[in-house]
C-alpha cells in the first residue's frame, strides 16, 4: 500500500506531490499544511534532504519528516522513519509529530466545513470575496480528497439536502 493510501486509510487529509517543486507550490499555495513528510530520494531535482532544509527555512512551523529504504539522514532535526515501515508505526509517528491536528476529521466534519465555507462566501464583502473563495476551494478540495472527485457533491448534497449555500 502507498503512503498515501495508509495515511488516508487513517483519516488523514493527505496532499501528494510528485516532486520536491510540486511540493513547494502546495506549501506556496495552502496555510494549512502542518506536516510534510517526504521520501529522501526523489525525481530529478532536489532530494528530500534539501526539500527538508526548504522546509525548514520557509515554513518553520511545518514538521518536517524523512523516509528511506536506503538511506538515513545525518542531519538530527529531520525525523525520520526508515523502510520498510509497518503501516501502523508509520501512522504513530505521523500522529506523533503534527500534535492536535493528527484528530482525523469525521466525513460529517469535512463536509460541515466545506458548507461553512461556502455559507462564509456567500456571506462575504466584495474586499473580503478573494479570500473566502480561497476558503471555500480548499474546503471542497479537502472534500473531494476524501470522497473523491464527482461523489464530494453527491455526499455533500447527501447531508445538507436542501441547502441554500448550494443553490
Known sequence: M??????????????????ANEAVTALEGRDDI???LSDIEMPPGIDGIA??????ERWPSVAMMLTS??????????LFIAKPW??????????SVVG????????DEILDAWRDAELALEAASE???????????LAEQDAIERFGA??????????FPSDPARE
Not at 526539500?51 to 525548514?56: D, E, K, Q
Not at 464527482?150 to 447531508?159: F, M
Request: with cysteine.
Open 86 to 95: 509497518r503501516a501502523a508505526d508509520l501512522i504513530a509517528h505521523v500522529a
Open 51 to 56: 526539500l527538508a532544509g526548504v522546509v525548514r
Open 150 to 159: 464527482g461523489a464530494h457533491a453527491a455526499a455533500y448534497d447527501e447531508r
Open 34 to 36: 502542518v506536516a510534510v
Open 2 to 19: 502507498m503512503t498515501a493510501e495508509v495515511l488516508l486509510d487513517a483519516g488523514f487529509m493527505v496532499l501528494e506531490a510528485c516532486s
Open 127 to 137: 474586499a473580503d470575496k478573494p479570500e473566502a473563495a480561497h476558503h471555500s476551494m
Open 100 to 107: 492536535p491536528a493528527a484528530v482525523p476529521l469525521t466525513d
Open 69 to 78: 529504504g536506503r538511506i538515513a539522514p545525518t542531519d538530527a532535526d529531520v
